[in-house]
């Protein structure tokens, strides 16, 4: 792999040769290589467009790694350099080939007497080695290697000047042998989508923290026929305890005590050998509770005998332990067959101390055919962890049937003793979920997903010239109209019918990589309100829109839009393509943005699309999804109610989900996964499903079957401590049009860990959003717009994945309809408000009763306090601050122990009336009956006439103050401004000190000095004059 720092240009260079001018070059360094561009004489403005290549080890971590690229001017003729600047950048900032984007760079100076100016333009990529060499053989100006052994080289290149007739620059590349070491514990992952162990053992190579386990004890023993009864009883006692009431606690965050895996027991019935022993062994799972596995890999057979009757063999491998049998699929006529498949049996569902596999013959008609098997003892199985290598397989001898002798065959097995760390544990067929067949075998695995990364494309249509209308009779009425994808915008019509239309009006619209759609333009003319003629269209590929990552402009270009022509006499020529007009139009890819496509109360990524102007990570996030308890039926299933459960985590562009866990109320997943936090005021959001889709539905019922969602859980990391681990049981709460119900809990172990106190700070007072979106932002319309188009696109991207994240559950965790009215979201937000208000009326509360001396100490307190402040007036703003202080020193007591959840009264959900939850799960547009819209049509207007009362009395009071320099009332205003001049006159010559002690001691006095009446300048204001009259 090769780094390649591509030098574009640099602009407004600060002279240094004495002349007005620079010789300025380029030196970049990375990681002790040294590089160097041409010298560009005489030039403020160079253009180099010259590459540097450099090694590039992509199994190191370059996070905390800088490129500095350094900017000097070549002295003539006495040999040397002067110092015009120079740019460190971060390595984490570095894409591959294909994403690189022009980046302009402010050049800093070393020092404060350095004096430096000007920016440089770069490009910074990798590049595989083969693509390189190709670069260097076909390009002149970049350095060559001398031998393909050698990792030192030089090229000498010749430049013209107008002084001297050839100057001759040398190009050197100091390479410095690196050697990777054999236990370095960092690699960046490279790729997209991974396998969950892979971000399994990334969690790992993040901490760099490895526990020390040992093995649990194991014993045999035969399942009892009344667990499942006991399991439906339980299940039974959930639901009458739910049909009677819930405690006052039953949906509060709980605290959980799991068997997490700092440590764990010693012991074993099958004595030192096995895999029972006491070793110690590391574990990278400290956030769930242990699970141990037997796992069986079956790779191949070779000379298995033939039958006697075909002369063939169809043979498969079933393996069996207790009453859970596994098989492999049979090949058809192959004596050497090759399955590499891997089979898992948990440890609680162990029934035998043998192990045996058999391999047989499958026969079209009849019992299949017995050719061998290979017995394994518990007892000799050896175990495995990770990061231990994997066992290596060994060639067995087939025996008889009853062991009593070998028979012709042999078969590869691996088997061994793990946990759900193993990178097998993914793909493994599991004893659990043997009922299980066809496409629902990949549907019940544990994934790690990738949001497609998002792009704003922004579409400015200028102009358009020569429009030629169908109808020559008339000027034409102009728009244009463009598609990406399944979104169409459209600009307004032209006000001046013209053959040569303006708009200058931007259309924006949201694309994902890899851009599979084109862009579509089409020039219409609206002849009337039902028909539109298309004048000429264009069709764009995205690929090749610019891309920007700020403000700066970009080049506007002319495209000749084309038509079919349908006036022609010859059939043939139907189908022609006619120059018709040619549009103006500014197109581009938007890197400075983060494109929402989730709400924004409750967003986990705020990075900007660029991976260039992506920050540091701030923290790593460690979710362990241990179990879930006491879920509610969701089907039926031969008779009676099961759950099928899976839990899906969203952070970032990074989804997880969890396999399934068939049939179980209780279901344990045990997995464990990470997260970059990049900011620590975003939300992660876990949801539990009920999986419909296992291959064992009806024909023809599976295309329309949805996955049920049953719960979901939001975490505000920002209310995490760092480097706590917090286990908590969460309540899973769904509305539903009957009302708010609890359908189990869901346990979680989470902890966050900062990486660097200061940078957290730093964080937290810098926009929340790039700064795109405060430079340019977009309308609260267009952001909901995109953000709709965005969780489109998000969504049918995931649906297409194997196995599929299905698109009910992604808009159940995107919140695709919070933005939809709901009468009591309405309340909620209402009573919201009023809370906040509480405690400024409580405040005006509190000092009425100072004012009207109900309690005379108090009152006194404060008359003293008012007279210090008074007299040292500086001591105010303190006292504010440590009032404050002490108040949040107070509150640290009551500080709350577990992250907050979903809070149903706040949420007003036990109070809904059944009609508006009806209300709030009704379409859009509405399938409710017509007598029942008309009820709640009557009772939104009666509730936006309070609201447009309130509204109006707001603003009848602010007309009121309006009116007092308006001479509205003419009695009025010669009052007041009188009132004005004789204050002016008094504050001028009274102390300001004295001034406000009268103020203070007048609204502080005894309530034998008031009267009950209201106040001359309340009733002042209240015959002032509004604009109520003067509306219809």
């Not at 770069?122 to 001398?146: D, F």
Request: with cysteine; glycine share 6%.
């Amino acid at each position: 792999m090769k780094l390649v720092v591509e030098v574009i240009d640099a602009h407004d260079l600060i002279p240094k040769d004495g002349a007005g001018s620079s010789s300025p070059y380029v030196e970049v360094d990375f990681e002790n290589q040294t590089s160097r561009t041409k010298t560009i004489p005489k030039n403020l403005h160079p253009i180099w467009n010259q590459r540097i290549f450099f090694d590039f080890d992509k199994t190191k971590s370059y996070h905390h790694k800088f490129i500095e690229v350094s900017v000097y001017n070549e002295k003539r003729p006495v040999p040397g350099r002067n110092f015009l600047g120079r740019v460190r950048i971060r390595c984490l900032n570095i894409v591959r080939q294909g994403e690189e984007v022009y980046q302009s760079f402010k050049l800093e100076n070393k020092s404060f007497l350095s004096s430096v100016n000007g920016e440089i333009g770069l490009k910074i990529y990798t590049l595989p080695i083969s693509e390189t060499t190709n670069l260097i053989n076909t390009c002149p100006c970049l350095p060559r290697p001398s031998s393909p052994a050698s990792n030192d080289f030089s090229v000498s290149e010749k430049t013209e000047t107008r002084s001297s007739s050839l100057d001759l620059t040398e190009l050197t590349i100091e390479h410095t042998a690196t050697e990777v070491s054999s236990n370095v514990l960092t690699e960046e992952p490279k790729k997209f989508i991974k396998e969950s162990t892979d971000i399994r053992q990334e969690t790992t190579d993040w901490i760099q923290k490895h526990q020390v386990m040992q093995q649990p004890a194991f014993s045999l023993r035969k399942r009892s026929p009344k667990e499942g009864e006991s399991t439906m009883h339980h299940h039974q006692v959930n639901q009458q305890a739910h049909h009677l009431g819930h405690d006052e606690d039953e949906y509060e965050v709980k605290e959980a005590n799991p068997n997490l895996g700092e440590r764990w027991t010693v012991g074993g019935s099958y004595g030192g050998r096995g895999w029972m022993s006491g070793e110690r062994m590391t574990n990278t799972f400290d956030l769930v509770e242990q699970m141990f596995y037997l796992y069986v890999r079956v790779v191949k057979a070779k000379d298995l005998p033939a039958s006697s009757i075909t002369a063939s063999c169809d043979p498969y491998v079933e393996v069996k332990l207790g009453n859970y049998k596994g098989r492999t699929k049979h090949f058809e006529k192959k004596m050497n067959p090759e399955w590499n498949q891997v089979f898992s049996f948990s440890k609680e569902r162990i029934q035998s101390s043998n192990l045996e596999v058999f391999v047989k013959d499958k026969e079209m008609v009849g019992r299949d055919d017995y050719l061998g098997r290979v017995v394994f003892d518990l007892n000799e199985i050896p175990t495995r962890v990770p990061p231990d290598s994997p066992l290596a397989p060994q060639w067995y001898r087939l025996e008889d049937r009853r062991g009593e002798g070998k028979v012709r065959g042999e078969i590869m097995v691996a088997v061994w003793m793990g946990t759900q760390a193993d990178e097998a544990f993914t793909e493994s067929w599991h004893a659990d979920a043997a009922s299980v067949h066809g496409e629902g075998v990949f549907n019940i695995r544990s994934k790690v997903y990738v949001s497609p990364k998002l792009w704003y494309l922004r579409v400015k249509v200028i102009e358009a010239q020569d429009v030629v209308p169908n109808d020559r009779s008339r000027l034409p009425e102009v728009f244009v109209k463009v598609q990406v994808g399944s979104q169409v915008l459209k600009t307004v019509i032209c006000p001046a019918r013209t053959a040569n239309p303006m708009w200058n009006e931007d259309l924006v619209f949201v694309a994902a990589e890899p851009f599979e759609e084109q862009l579509l333009l089409t020039v219409e003319d609206q002849v009337h309100s039902s028909k539109d003629d298309v004048l000429g269209r264009i069709s764009l590929p995205l690929s090749t829109v610019e891309k920007r990552l700020d403000h700066r402009p970009v080049h506007s270009r002319w495209f000749n839009l084309e038509k079919y022509g349908f006036g022609s006499i010859e059939a043939d020529r139907r189908n022609e393509l006619k120059f018709s007009s040619r549009i103006h139009l500014m197109m581009c890819l938007e890197g400075g943005y983060h494109v929402l496509d989730e709400s924004s109360m409750c967003i986990s990524d705020q990075r900007p699309t660029a991976k260039q102007l992506w920050k540091p990570p701030v923290g790593i996030l460690e979710v362990g999804i241990l179990n879930a308890q006491g879920l509610l039926p969701m089907k039926m299933k031969d008779g009676r109610g099961s759950t099928d459960a899976y839990c899906v985590a969203k952070y970032g562009q990074k989804w997880v989900r969890t396999r399934t866990i068939l049939s179980n109320f209780s279901p344990k997943w045990n997995e464990q996964y990470t997260w970059e936090v990049y900011d620590p005021c975003t939300v992660i959001t876990l949801g539990v499903f009920d999986n419909c889709h296992l291959g064992t539905e009806k024909p023809g019922a599976s295309g329309a079957a949805r996955d049920s969602r049953i719960g979901k859980v939001r975490i505000r990391l920002s209310t995490l401590e760092a480097h706590r681990t917090y286990t908590s049981s969460y309540p899973l709460l769904v509305l539903h049009p009957t009302g708010v119900k609890k359908m189990g809990e869901l346990q979680l172990a989470v902890r966050f860990t900062s990486l660097s106190l200061s940078h957290m700070i730093y964080i937290y007072g810098h926009p929340l959003l790039p700064k795109m979106h405060y430079l340019h932002p977009f309308t609260v319309k267009q952001v909901e717009n995109l953000r709709y188009q965005a969780m489109n696109i998000v969504a049918t991207r995931l649906s297409r994945a194997e196995p599929p994240l299905r698109k009910e559950v992604v808009e159940y965790m995107l919140d695709v309809d919070s933005h939809m009215w709901s009468m009591r979201r309405s309340k909620a937000n209402f009573f919201r408000v009023m809370a906040l208000l509480s405690g400024i009326m409580s405040t005006n509360h509190w000092f009425g009763d100072v004012c009207q001396w109900k309690n005379p100490i108090t009152s006194v307190l404060v008359h003293v306090l008012f007279l210090i402040l008074i007299w040292y007036p500086e001591l105010i703003l303190p006292t504010i601050f440590l009032y404050m202080f002490l108040i949040g020193i107070w509150n640290y007591r009551y500080r709350p122990k577990h992250p907050p959840h979903m809070d149903t009264k706040l949420s007003w959900a036990e109070a809904a009336y059944p009609d508006e939850l009806d209300e709030e799960f009704d379409t859009f547009p509405t399938s409710r009956p017509q007598d029942a819209v008309r009820m709640r049509y009557d009772r939104l207007r009666s509730v936006a006439g309070r609201i447009q009362t309130v509204v109006g009395d707001i603003a009848t009071q602010g007309e009121r103050f309006q009116s007092l320099l308006s001479w509205r009332d003419p009695r009025a205003t010669s009052l007041f401004i009188v009132f004005c001049l004789c204050a002016a006159v008094v504050l001028y010559v009274t102390p300001f000190r004295v001034v406000s002690l009268v103020s203070g001691l007048y609204v502080l006095r005894h309530p034998r000095f008031r009267s009950k009446l209201p106040s001359v300048p309340g009733n002042f204001f209240k015959r002032l004059a509004a604009q109520t009259d003067s509306m219809l």
